[in-house]
């Protein structure tokens, strides 16, 4: 007679069966450590602020085509960031981020054509009043984008749009700077 005898390694599910919840703590624990610190060191060395570009080739290549005359923003605190800049398709358009975190755009181009407020505005933009800016009158548009607010300035020659998501006061400070 013989007996067998079970000589089998235990399974992989027997050995997960014996885990505990607090090894699972313990391994995230080991694994959110180093995440954290890789974190809090990169926002403790600034990276969190946006890069600021050079705008220089933009408004030597906008101003070169002659397709208006080039407004450009001076006397801004240096708390003001230029993220974006292109010109294209005889407009110029500028990102900012203020001070408060707003996001704003410039748009300059030269006379518009019939789709250019829907478009840069919004489908549903329309006129709300008028602000004083520089001893210049801009007109306020309200309602094309959600939450965006606009100053636009027209004359025969050139369009200028200040817009984004921020204060009236920063729409305003950004329209006072551009000369």
């Known amino acids: ?12 599910a027997s050995v997960r069966a014996g885990r505990r919840p607090r090894d699972m703590v313990r391994a995230m624990v080991v694994l959110m450590v180093p995440v954290i610190l890789i974190v809090a ?13 050079d705008t220089a080739d933009t408004y030597e290549t906008a101003r070169s085509a002659h397709d208006f005359d080039v407004l450009i923003p001076t006397g801004l605190s240096v708390k003001w960031r230029i993220t974006s800049a292109s010109y294209q398709d ?4 500028l990102g900012f981020i203020s001070p408060a975190n707003g ?8 006379p518009v054509t019939a789709t250019f407020y829907a478009d840069e505005l919004g489908a549903g933009a329309h006129p709300t009043g008028t602000v004083e800016v520089n001893g210049v009158t801009w007109q306020r548009y ?5 939450e965006e607010t606009s100053l636009v300035r027209a004359d025969p020659k050139r369009t ?7 204060s009236a006061a920063d729409l305003q ?3 006072a700077s551009l000369k």
């Open 160 to 166: 200028v749009i200040v817009v984004g998501h921020s």
């Open 103 to 110: 996001q704003l755009r410039v748009v300059e181009t030269g």
């Open 90 to 93: 005889k407009t110029l358009r």
């Open 142 to 146: 309200a309602d094309g984008r959600p």
């Open 1 to 12: 007679m013989s007996v067998e005898t079970d000589t089998t390694e235990p399974t992989v």
């Open 173 to 175: 400070t950004l329209a």
């Open 41 to 53: 060191l990169y926002r403790f060395l600034g990276h969190e602020t946006p890069p600021t570009i």
